[in-house]
C-alpha cells in the first residue's frame, strides 16, 4: 500500500502564492506520472498539473504561466508552486501518482480557498 502525504494548503489572498508539497512512501519504485488535480464545490476534479520522470510538465489552459509543477529534492516528491491565485482556483487539491508497478494512488487532498 502506497500513501501520499499532503501539505502546504489553505486561505490566501487573491494574487497570493501557495506551495503544495506531496510525497510518497514508497521511494523504491519508479514512477510514471506525478500530478495535481482539484475538485471544487459542484464541479467534477480536473487535472491541474502532471510531470514525467523525464521531466515533461502538462498543465490546465487555466493555470498555465501561473502553476509550476517540479519534483521535489526527495524521491517520489511533487511540487505545486501556485502564484497569482485567483478565487476560482479555490478547491480540494489531490495529489496522483501513477506507479509503474504498483498502479494509481491518489492522497487524501488539501484545501486551497482564495478569497478577493
Known amino acids: 500500500q502506497v500513501q501520499l502525504v499532503e501539505s502546504g494548503g489553505g486561505l490566501v489572498q487573491a494574487g497570493g502564492s501557495l506551495r503544495l508539497s506531496c510525497a510518497a512512501s514508497?521511494?523504491?519504485?519508479?514512477?510514471?506520472?506525478m500530478g495535481w488535480y482539484r475538485q471544487a464545490p459542484g464541479k467534477q476534479r480536473e487535472l491541474v498539473a502532471t510531470?514525467?520522470?523525464?521531466?515533461?510538465?502538462n498543465y490546465a489552459d487555466s493555470v498555465k504561466g501561473r502553476f509550476t509543477i517540479s519534483r521535489g529534492n526527495a524521491k517520489n516528491t511533487v511540487i505545486l508552486q501556485m502564484n497569482s491565485l485567483k478565487p476560482e482556483d479555490t478547491a480540494v487539491y489531490y495529489c496522483?501518482?501513477?506507479?509503474?508497478?504498483?498502479?494509481?494512488?491518489w492522497g487524501q487532498g488539501t484545501q486551497v480557498t482564495v478569497s478577493s
Open positions: 496522483n501518482v501513477i506507479f509503474a508497478t504498483l498502479g494509481d494512488y
Open positions: 514508497k521511494t523504491m519504485f519508479s514512477f510514471n506520472v
Open positions: 510531470i514525467t520522470p523525464s521531466f515533461k510538465r
